[in-house]
């Protein structure tokens, strides 16, 4: 029995070796078991950053790349060329004349109906004709005769054509023109006889020489406050075909001359410019 006993104690400590073995083994299985079952934090990141790489892609191809702006090309801009008012080229079509046909940048239509007469002012600005800014119309008059081309020392037609505006003058001061000006005096002369070397010229004489035949300006007080010769049959100037032809102030016919009320001759003389080349259309 002694011999038994002593047999068991010493397969004891081998028991329980296997007894901690089998132990450890279980909660080694179970460990690896709990582990293997969990999702891999890294795979879980990894899929997580291949999810956004692939959406990032996608929404690439799939969404339109923002297009600049078109604009469209600017066509060429065709620069209008300017066009006469069409009342000028009415009213000098009516007298036969063409745009082409005029000289300087500023014209007075007269257009008569008997003695009566309505006169519109003209310039060309940019290189087309239009009513001037000074003023647009003007009612006046003419020679008691009407207009003609068969004007002369004695009769009482206006002539008809188309003449240079030239020297302004008047009883009074310079109103303000750019034209040639001379102030009337005692001494002033404009003259009509057919015999003188100053035939259509205005003169100023000496006191003590003789008269002329003529025209004594400051004789014409109102009328000749403000006037503005027309160059008719001035250049040469023909004996006889008439003389002192103005457009001058006045509200009844003439003896030749254009008329119109001293407020429209104010503006006009004002207007008038040498450097324009005014001129004037009678019909």
Avoid at 72 to 77: D, G, K, N, R, S
Avoid at 107 to 127: C, H, M, P, Q, Y
């Amino acid at each position: 029995m002694k011999l038994k006993h002593g047999k068991n104690k010493k397969r004891t400590p081998y028991i329980i070796i296997a007894v901690v073995c089998v132990v450890l083994a279980a909660i080694v299985a179970s460990v690896v078991f709990i582990i293997g079952n969990q999702p891999s934090s890294s795979s879980e990141s990894t899929s997580s950053t291949s999810s956004l790489v692939t959406e990032t892609v996608t929404q690439k191809k799939t969404t339109p790349a923002t297009e600049k702006p078109t604009t469209a090309p600017t066509e060429p801009t065709t620069k209008k060329t300017p066009e006469d008012n069409p009342e000028f080229t009415s009213l000098i079509k009516e007298n036969g004349y063409s745009s082409d046909d005029l000289k300087g940048k500023q014209l007075i239509v007269v257009k008569s109906n008997g003695t009566n007469a309505r006169l519109s002012f003209f310039e060309k600005k940019d290189g087309a004709w239009d009513y001037s800014d000074a003023l647009n119309t003007a009612d006046g008059f003419v020679g008691t005769q009407g207009v003609s081309e068969n004007a002369s020392e004695y009769a009482s037609y206006t002539p008809k054509g188309y003449f240079p505006l030239g020297t302004g003058f008047g009883i009074n001061d310079n109103p303000g023109t750019k034209l040639d000006y001379f102030k009337v005096t005692e001494n002033s002369y404009w003259v009509d006889d057919v015999n003188s070397q100053y035939y259509n010229q205005h003169i100023e004489i000496n006191p003590n020489e003789a008269t002329p035949g003529g025209e004594h300006l400051i004789d014409y007080k109102g009328y000749y406050n403000y006037a503005v010769f027309i160059g008719y049959n001035s250049d040469p100037a023909i004996s006889g075909k008439g003389s002192a032809f103005f457009l001058h102030i006045g509200n009844e016919p003439t003896a030749g001359c254009v008329a119109i009320p001293e407020e429209s001759m104010l503006k006009a003389i004002r207007w008038l410019n040498k450097d324009k080349s005014p001129y004037i259309m009678i019909f």
